[in-house]
């Protein structure tokens, strides 16, 4: 199971990677797409929504079950991954990669302190 140590965590298997403008990048973890099994679906959230930090902003539908996914920061979606809404199974391929969800700006709260490094979430799954 593949946990870069280059973004933060959160415990609903979130991941957030600090973008170089500040904005804030999300997608699910390695760990997640493993136990969703084969993702079929998945439905974004509009750009411009406000979201606080642990609300629900989309759902991913699997063989095996839908599931919500969470902000793991506060602020705008400011960019949503269209690539996933034709290629959703980009989410099992390539998690940390293509497979991310949308691109939050946290205005001024943008610290992802509260959030798991690697060891910590690594620590988590097992």
Same mark, same amino acid.
């Not at 079929?40 to 609300?55: H, S």
């Not at 939050?104 to 097992?126: F, K, N, Q, R, V």
């Given at each position: ?9 959160? !415990?609903?298997? !979130? ?20 136990? $969703? ?5 998945? &439905?974004?959230?509009?750009?411009? =929504?406000? $979201?606080?930090?642990? %609300?629900?902003?989309?759902?991913? %539908? ?17 960019? =949503?991954? !269209?690539?996933?809404? !034709? ?10 990669? &293509? ?26 799954? %097992?």
């Amino acid at each position: 199971m593949q946990i870069p140590e280059d973004r933060k965590y959160a !415990e609903n298997h !979130e991941w957030a990677l600090l973008l170089d403008d500040g904005t804030v990048r999300v997608g699910i973890t390695d760990y997640a797409q493993d136990a $969703l099994g084969d993702i079929v679906f998945v &439905d974004l959230p509009e750009i411009g =929504r406000q $979201l606080d930090a642990g %609300e629900s902003f989309g759902e991913v %539908e699997s063989t095996k079950s839908v599931s919500d996914v969470y902000a793991p920061v506060a602020g705008s979606i400011t960019t =949503r991954n !269209e690539a996933l809404v !034709e290629s959703p199974e980009l989410i099992n391929s390539d998690p940390y990669g &293509d497979g991310w969800f949308v691109v939050i700006d946290p205005g001024d709260s943008g610290s992802l302190d509260h959030l798991m490094d690697a060891a910590e979430y690594t620590a988590h799954t %097992e």
